[in-house]
């Protein structure tokens, strides 16, 4: 059975239009919601579109949603990313009717097949959908889409600053990349987190909160995954992580460092893969959904539902109402702020050394308490003074000799892992 709980809180009417974004042109419905741009770049800085914002702000307190979980979506230029986040709209809005009507004449956010850019800057869907457990947690969702890494003309800074946006907005972000998980397609996004990391302790504010944060790296156009029983389509619920997603996954952690620091960013990692959709991205598509691969929409289905319960449920990455103007507002400030930090005298050598330095020097702390903790030494949030001061109720009394050899092992871990995390540093030098 069809999740026939997912519907829109709130839809704002728009009159029949054409809709220009970019130089893609798409003929509007009457009664079609659109996706609005909220960021923009302009002149080397990050620009609320204050007109869109006030009817985001609009469409959110007018929803019987406390809080509002952000779906956004982030990777490099002419993967998809729009087209997919396209299809979860229509899911949110009906998951029976999600394939209705031509795909092209009646998008959510715009999408094209080609390598012209259609997305810049940051657009959302001025919409508040409803997942299954949103009527119980009063949590809405709302969707996100980014422009493309690796845009031509598009500077470092605003990749990073774009992608560093999405990561600190959203309760899920939805990272693609194609074909495979792999070190080269993700290192920007842990540049871009890092470099939020600098700017929030550059200005005394306190880095995002990976509380109940999830990152999901969509592998597209996956060649290995296994074919779907015929009539399996018809009843999308709720998938957990294959076996071989799931492998992917713990390959990619334990291999890259890259897989391990992000996790200091989010709660939880997940890989989700999906076949090529099949012809589409042809110019002469014309938008029927019948053309579309049924593993490609299987899988789709199963993933939406998936998200959209996710996300109704993260009450604690979830932003209040009131405070998504104010939060929006702050994360732009401090990515504008780490402009500076990064191109006034500094090359982007030099701001990677120091992302990275910063980096390796809290994953050495960490490992340093870490190994403390496995001898007994140290209790949770307890500081190593106070443990040897013995104001400490529960910490193991070790005798000074255990203590001095705890020390040194703990030492010597948290040595290697400097060594091996300052990838771009001079620590060692």
């Known amino acids: ?28 419905r009457a009664s079609q919601v659109e996706a609005v741009r909220l960021v923009s770049v302009k002149e080397g800085q990050l620009v609320v579109d204050q007109t869109n914002l006030a009817l985001l ?42 394939l209705s009507g031509s795909l092209q004449d009646s998008q959510r956010f715009c ?36 422009q493309g890494t690796y845009e031509p003309g598009a500077s470092r800074w605003q990749n990073n600053s774009l992608l560093g946006l999405a990561g600190s907005l959203s309760s899920i972000l939805l990272f693609n990349v194609s074909k495979q998980l792999q070190q080269d397609t993700v290192q920007d996004l842990q540049v871009a987190m890092d470099l939020l990391k600098m700017s929030c302790r550059h200005h005394g504010r306190p880095r995002p909160p990976s509380d109940s944060k999830t990152l999901t790296f969509l592998v597209r156009d996956w060649a290995h995954g296994q074919q779907l029983n015929e009539g399996q389509n018809q009843s999308p619920k709720e ?19 890259e897989g391990q620091g992000l996790g200091q960013f989010f709660e939880s990692l997940e890989c989700r893969t999906l076949p090529h959709p099949g012809h589409i991205d042809r110019p002469s598509w014309t938008g029927d959904a019948k053309e579309i691969s049924d593993d490609f929409l299987v899988g789709c289905r199963g993933l939406f539902c998936t998200l959209a319960t996710m996300a109704s449920a993260q009450t604690g990455a979830a932003v209040t109402v009131q405070d998504f103007e104010q939060t929006l507002q702050e994360y732009i400030a401090v990515l504008n702020s780490a402009r500076d930090l990064t191109e006034s005298g500094t090359s982007h050598r030099q701001a990677l050394s120091d992302v990275s330095l910063l980096s390796a020097f809290d994953r050495s702390r960490a490992c340093y308490r870490a190994s403390l903790y496995r001898a007994g030494a140290l209790t949770w949030k307890a500081r190593l003074p106070e443990i040897l001061s ?9 005798v000074a000799e255990e203590l001095v050899a705890a020390h040194r092992k703990a030492m010597e871990e948290a040595a290697q892992e400097l060594r091996r995390s300052a990838l771009f540093g001079d620590a060692w030098a």
């Open 1 to 28: 059975m069809a999740v026939a709980s997912i519907g829109a809180c709130l839809a704002l009417q728009h009159h029949s239009s054409r809709r220009v974004r970019g130089t893609h042109v798409v003929l509007r």
């Open 57 to 98: 702000m609009e469409s959110l307190r007018a929803s019987s949603c406390e809080r509002v979980a952000v779906v956004s979506i982030a990777g490099a230029l002419r993967q998809g990313k729009s087209f997919f986040l396209d299809l979860f709209a229509r899911y949110l809005e009906s998951s029976e009717d999600m």
């Open 111 to 146: 999408w094209k097949s080609g390598m012209e850019r259609v997305t810049d800057g940051v657009w959302a869907c001025p919409q508040v959908f409803e997942g299954p457990g949103s009527a119980k947690t009063r949590v809405g969702i709302l969707l996100l889409d980014t």
């Open 239 to 257: 998938l957990p992580m294959t076996s071989q997603e799931q492998s992917i996954l713990e390959s990619f952690i334990h291999s890259t460092t």
């Open 390 to 398: 013995g104001e400490v109720a529960g910490a193991k009394a070790l």
